[in-house]
């Protein structure tokens, strides 16, 4: 399936959101669709989208698997409700550590969190609503990197010869595929979402398992979000595209109190980039990354190591796995 991107130069955002209100209006006819809402910009639009479409046809939720930032659901579903947008949560915790349980390659574990996605939590979902519609927010580099190989997104199916309806019993509406994520800030602004969703740094669809290399535990989790809050915190002004912590696998040594501290090590990296196609690393200034390091082994249970990842994309890419 050919599919042509819209470049933000070209971008009519109001022409836009008309084409695909319509075309998600009739497409879903009088039937029900539903979306699953995770606070990052490309669902934050079509979570607008759908409303503006459907109205209360459209339901939306934030599946809560117990991967995302810490106090996220609630702040999601507050923001939303205040926008008129009902978000329900659904529990989804045990559902994806079971199916992570033991994992270690980064593509089986992107392979357990999309079938945990579809095959459970949405089939449920569209067996307990009656809809046939889920409507989803992948982007063009979602596509492009996984067409070229570079590394499977979790919401890629189609593109890569999977039939969700024949496989799961739905059909999926992705109404921002043609545009990168530049463009859909645009949008976002347009539909009305406030500064803190349309310039929040992207944050992927499996959440923090992108971001624990090894295998995914709630434990290990806990770390790595701990970790999350204090990037958030000290490089949120930086203006950066996106930043993030990375728990690595391998322990190593370190020094608490005089003693031997055979302890864990976090990555973090901070990207400079506007379609996430590219990217370059932030030059931090120094005291930013000494701070960071001196919260990070305080702060954080375990940690005796703080690295900075000064990669490029490519050879690097954004999240680990």
């Known amino acids: ?22 075309e998600i209006s009739s497409t879903v006819g009088d039937g029900l669709a539903i979306n699953a809402l995770s606070g990052g910009v490309d669902s934050s639009v079509v ?18 698997n117990a991967l995302m930032r810490e106090g996220e659901p609630e702040y999601i579903v507050s923001l939303f409700k205040d926008l008129g947008v009902t978000v329900e949560i659904a529990d989804a915790e045990k559902t994806f550590f079971e199916a992570l349980k033991g994992l270690t390659d980064p593509e089986e574990k992107r392979e357990a ?9 949405f089939a449920q979902l569209v067996k307990d609503t009656g809809a ?9 580099t979602d596509i492009e990197e996984t067409v070229a190989g ?7 199916l189609e ?33 009305g979402l406030p500064e803190e969703i349309f310039n929040r740094p992207p944050f992927p669809g499996p959440a923090l398992a992108t971001r624990v290399i090894g295998e995914v535990t709630p434990e290990r989790v806990k ?34 109190e005089g003693k031997r501290d055979y302890g864990l ?13 590219i990217g370059s690393p932030t030059r931090l200034p120094y005291d930013v990354l000494d701070r960071l390091a001196e919260r990070l082994t305080t702060e954080v249970p375990g940690v005796v190591s703080v690295t900075y990842n000064i990669t490029k994309k490519p050879p690097s890419t954004i999240e680990a796995i």
């Open 47 to 64: 979570t607008m989208l759908g409303h503006k479409a459907l109205g209360n046809r459209f339901k939306s939720y934030f599946i809560d």
């Open 223 to 256: 770390i790595v979000r701990g970790a999350t809050r204090i990037v958030d915190e000290e490089l949120s002004n930086i203006g950066a595209f996106q930043y993030l912590a990375i728990l690595h696998d391998d322990k190593v040594t370190g020094i608490r």
């Open 265 to 277: 090590q976090i990555e973090i990296r901070c990207w400079e980039s506007t379609d996430a196609k």
């Open 113 to 121: 969190i999309t079938s945990s996605f579809y095959k459970d939590i």
């Open 1 to 22: 399936m050919e599919i042509r991107e819209i470049t933000l130069e070209e971008l009519d955002t109001e022409k836009l959101i008309a084409e695909k209100v319509e």
């Open 159 to 191: 593109q890569i010869g999977i039939d969700p309806e024949e496989m799961y019993g739905y059909k999926i509406l992705e109404p921002l595929i043609q545009l990168r994520k530049s463009a859909i800030r645009e949008v976002a602004k347009a539909v």
């Open 150 to 156: 570079i590394k499977r997104q979790h919401n890629i």
């Open 132 to 140: 046939k519609y889920l409507l989803q927010g992948t982007n063009y």
